[in-house]
């Protein structure tokens, strides 16, 4: 089936009682078993809930991937992948990662004796150098938040195939209708679900999706140990906005084009920062393993000033002032302040992160619009 027939059908069948077309509520903690231990795989709802089910299958076929699992929250997934490890194993990552995947790996998982390398993935010859024999797990994003760098999928695993390491993929700013890593060979997709596959602002939820069984059976057992998991009601809602995915990332795509060109010609900003324009540093790879370009937009200002980036975010009448990304409504950010307050500046800026950085997650509203409310900001 192509992608979007999977946005709307993947994992789900209509309720077998009635009919219902869509995937039920299963809100209960519990199953009814005839004799003990006579269940079909339902025995308590942390392991097993109908509605996750039906959801995890489709996030999986979306990411062309034969498992899926659902977290309470896209940091839970990223624990899970860490909680794979033991102490003096070593992971290989980027230098400008999400701050709350730079704050868990400093601020809890050192504390267990697992180091981290931050390095420049943008070329992923430096993980040659950086691998050691305890390296067990390199972590990528691409597009990287905020700076929108890309990290070349099918070159990291190649050298992790070689050197038999895990790849993880946070694909939370592609989504799976523009980017498929299981394609280029990662071994683990995660996403922050909160972003585009709800796509509407009103769930938190993480993902995995892996093909190897193994590993699907440790990362079950991890959620299962460990309890991150999602309610049916936020499942729901989940597998109600992934229906459309594929229309509202068309539009995000449309949108984010014509606000960055914009952006680009405007005398007030420094450098915009968007993988679809063709000097891009990573643009070829980005064509190569991406459908296109996406909605997120980051950009900074002439002269550097955090007054002249305040005054902006605050300002916008369309946009609004938040955190997060990937729904329906753009949001504007201001990254050195808001998510990636926890990384000390001099790290920060050395990636880019400088104190006019402003970031925009570009909704499906009309482009007139948008436009209109950053040309008066931009006044
Ligand atoms: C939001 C986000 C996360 C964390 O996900 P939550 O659902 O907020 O826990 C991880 N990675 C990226 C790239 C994100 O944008």
Avoid at 221 to 230: Q, Y
Avoid at 235 to 247: A, D, E, Q, S
Wanted: hydrophobic fraction near 40%.
């Amino acid at each position: 089936m192509k992608f979007a027939t999977k946005a709307i059908h993947a994992g789900q069948e209509p309720d077998p009682t009635t009919g219902a077309i869509m995937t039920p509520v299963y809100q209960t903690s519990t199953y009814v078993q005839e004799s003990p231990g006579s269940h079909k795989g339902y025995a308590y709802a942390r392991g097993k809930n109908p509605t996750r089910n039906a959801l995890e299958k489709c996030i999986a076929e979306l990411e062309n991937a034969k498992h899926g699992i659902c977290f309470s929250s896209g940091m839970g997934a990223i624990d899970a992948v860490a909680k794979l490890l033991r102490p003096g194993d070593e992971v290989i990552t980027g230098d400008d990662l999400y701050g709350g995947t730079y704050r868990m790996f400093t601020k809890v998982y050192e504390n267990f004796g697992i180091k981290f390398h931050f390095i420049d993935l943008t070329n992923p010859e430096n993980i040659k150098k950086t691998i050691t024999a305890n390296t067990k797990l390199i972590w990528i994003e691409t597009p990287t938040n905020p700076m929108m760098n890309i990290v070349d999928i099918a070159a990291c695993s190649k050298i992790a195939k070689e050197h038999k390491l895990l790849l993880a993929v946070d694909n939370t700013f592609a989504s799976p209708f523009l980017q498929n890593p299981i394609n280029f060979g990662a071994d683990i997709v995660m996403h922050s679900v909160t972003k585009y596959l709800g796509g509407h602002s009103d769930v938190i939820m993480g993902a995995l999706c892996v093909n190897d069984d193994k590993l699907y059976e440790q990362l079950f057992f991890i959620l299962n140990s460990c309890g991150a998991n999602p309610g049916p009601m936020d499942c729901f809602l989940v597998l109600r906005g992934i229906k459309t995915l594929h229309i509202r990332m068309e539009r995000h795509c449309f949108n984010g084009k014509k606000i960055a060109e914009y952006l680009r010609t405007h005398p007030k900003i420094e450098k915009v920062n968007w993988p679809g324009f063709t000097d891009h540093p990573g643009h070829a790879i980005a064509k190569k393993q991406m459908k296109d370009f996406g909605g997120m937009i980051s950009f900074s200002l002439k002269g550097n000033k955090l007054e002249d980036a305040f005054k902006i975010a605050s300002s916008m009448k369309v946009f609004s002032l938040a955190e997060s990304l990937g729904g329906v409504e753009s949001l504007i950010g201001h990254p050195a302040s808001m998510t990636h307050a926890s990384i000390p500046k001099a790290e920060r800026e050395k990636a880019g992160v400088v104190d006019s950085l402003l970031r925009l997650s570009v909704g499906i509203e009309d482009i007139d619009d948008l436009l209109e409310d950053l040309k008066t900001a931009l006044s």
